[in-house]
């Protein structure tokens, strides 16, 4: 474990690969969105309030088919529910020492990926801090948000020319949290990674891929529990 | 601006920022837990981390050979450059680029 505390730059520098995971899939929501009748305006608001990929994506199919607005939300809400996971297991990772001083506002951008970095970036020995959490956090919220204005000013069918790219792009964020799944395998965790698979599977194909999300989560963290 | 729109956003990120805040917050207010909820919360990184995995991937499994080589070529490329170079950054990038010629070179 190294002694210093990694910087605002270090944070902005490990989201690159955030970025580049984010800029196609906001760049669709914001296509999406202006496909589905909402203006530029109100696409950016969702990115800029929510801040969370797939219940964005059921917002634009929620509100466009006029869902009861309470409805709507608690079904957001809902999907959204694993996030009360994530800073307490990034926290216990940090140590006691760790300060959460500013967590109100780094914290919001506690996406999955940024999670994964997060908790990637300490588990190969480095320190916590959250000037780092700051630099990530930016970095993949700056591209939510420029992706998503983006895609909304472009309109539908911006990437159908260019098949290569727009796969490409697909493809980053698969790829992103299978290196981060590497940088974390050790003996002692693959209880807890083949449980959390094989439970996510199964739960994706029986019931939907929220529930799947969830249930793989909570199964492996069990798994992790029951190994002792 | 929809009103309903509006409500709507501002209710599930008022969620989402107490999702991730509070928690994250209570979690330094509050003693130290040990036995089973400190175990439960070491796991969940690693339970999370799979588990997303696993769900961006389920969607890109078919049965067009294409999709499939290009699949196979994309995660090699992961294991290869992670285990070389244990970046996390340069084997992302790698698998996503070739993943892509996949795609181009196998249409």
């Known amino acids: 474990m190294t002694d210093r ?3 605002f730059l270090q944070g902005l520098s490990a989201s690159v690969p955030i970025v580049m995971g984010y800029l196609p899939i906001s760049f669709s929501f914001g296509v999406a969105a202006t496909q589905a009748g909402f203006s530029a305006v109100e696409a950016f608001a969702l990115s800029l309030f929510i801040y969370a990929g797939a219940s964005q994506f059921l917002a634009l199919a929620l509100l466009g088919s006029g869902a009861p607005l309470l409805v709507s939300a608690f079904t957001l809400i809902a999907m959204n529910l694993r996030h009360v996971l994530y800073g307490p297991a990034l926290m216990k ?12 506002v780094w914290a919001f951008g506690l996406t999955d990926e940024v999670f994964g970095q997060a908790l990637g970036a300490m588990a190969r020995g480095q320190r916590f801090s959250e000037r780092y959490m700051f630099g990530l956090g930016l970095g993949a ?3 939510w948000l420029g992706g998503t204005a983006a895609g909304a000013y ?5 990437l159908a020319g260019y098949p290569a790219i727009s796969a490409s792009l697909g493809f980053m964020l698969p790829a992103l949290f299978l290196a981060l799944l590497l940088s974390i395998l050790t003996r002692r965790q693959l209880p807890v990674i083949a449980v959390a698979g094989a439970v996510t599977v199964a739960v994706t194909l029986a019931v939907s891929g929220t529930a799947g999300i969830l249930a793989g989560m909570i199964a ?3 798994a992790g529990v029951a190994r002792r | 601006m929809n009103t309903d729109l509006l409500i709507v956003a501002l209710m599930a990120g008022a969620a989402n920022w107490a999702f991730r805040v509070l928690p994250t917050r209570m979690a330094r207010t509050a003693p130290q837990e040990t036995g089973l909820m400190a175990q439960f919360l070491a796991a969940t990184g690693p339970a999370a981390i799979a588990t997303l995995f696993v769900a961006s ?12 080589a290009a699949l196979v070529l994309g995660t090699g490329a992961v294991l290869a450059v992670f285990f070389r170079t244990r970046s996390v950054v340069g084997a992302t990038l ?4 070739v993943y892509g010629l996949a795609v181009w070179g196998l249409t």
Request: glycine content about 14%.
């Open chain 1, 5 to 7: 505390q990694p910087t």
């Open chain 1, 93 to 104: 990772q940090a140590g006691a020492a760790a300060s959460t001083r500013y967590a109100w």
């Open chain 1, 141 to 143: 919220y700056a591209a």
């Open chain 1, 154 to 158: 472009a309109g539908g069918g911006a």
């Open chain 1, 220 to 222: 492996g963290a069990i």
């Open chain 2, 57 to 68: 991937i389920l969607p890109a499994l078919t049965l067009v050979p294409r999709d499939l």
């Open chain 2, 94 to 97: 790698a698998g996503s680029v």
